[in-house]
């Protein structure tokens, strides 16, 4: 019998980094370019990005409580955007009549990168 690692995971990840993750789920809706999925185990729901050929597909944990048509994956994103890139660095951003601090190896803070499309 199969064992559950979803507690073991991070609560957000890169799927391409969990090899056979989508094996152990089954898909249960699809949405706005994403797709739930809930771990054949345990029951965790998990946001999976659709597939598209320029971006790297992401996996978000959703908490017990959310709805996952409206769960905002967004501040999950900006944390991993900014783990990727090594932390935040003591530099002010370049966008205009932003005083944030930038995400390190860029010009600009969370907000301003992630805007730009960047999600690692």
Known sequence: MATCECAAL???FKLDTRPGFEAHTTCRATGDWV???ACQICGQRWLLDEWDKYQDQF???????SAWATFDATPLRKRFLIQSRGGLAN????WVDCDGR???KTAYCVDHLYE????E
Request: aromatic share 4%; with cysteine; net charge positive.
């Open 35 to 37: 797709r739930l999925h």
């Open 59 to 65: 996996v978000a944990r959703i908490p017990p409580d």
């Open 102 to 104: 930038t995400v390190r």
């Open 116 to 119: 730009t499309g960047a999600l």
């Open 91 to 94: 530099t002010v951003c370049a």
């Open 10 to 12: 991070p609560e957000y």
